[in-house]
């Protein structure tokens, strides 16, 4: 009876110690979750920076060619 009873106690904090690691990777899920959805939210941001840049050289070039014509 003594084996099984140790056999159940190290099975038991076996169990803990896997919960416990499921729960820091869960915790590192978490924060790689937060991390991409910041990435996304600063590409969408810098897409929106580059449409705006892209459409102001776009004038200038426009407004150059105007005067180069003239």
């Not at 729960?23 to 449409?51: H, I, K, N, P």
């Not at 004038?59 to 003239?70: P, Y």
């Amino acid at each position: 009876m003594g084996r099984t009873v140790e056999a159940v106690r190290r099975l038991g904090a076996a169990i803990d110690r896997l919960e416990a690691a499921s729960t820091r990777v869960g915790a590192g899920d978490l924060l790689l979750a937060g991390e991409l959805r910041d990435a996304r939210d600063r590409q969408s941001m810098l897409e929106e920076t580059t449409r705006v840049v892209a459409q102001r050289l776009d004038g200038a070039i426009d407004r150059l060619r105007t005067l180069l014509e003239e």
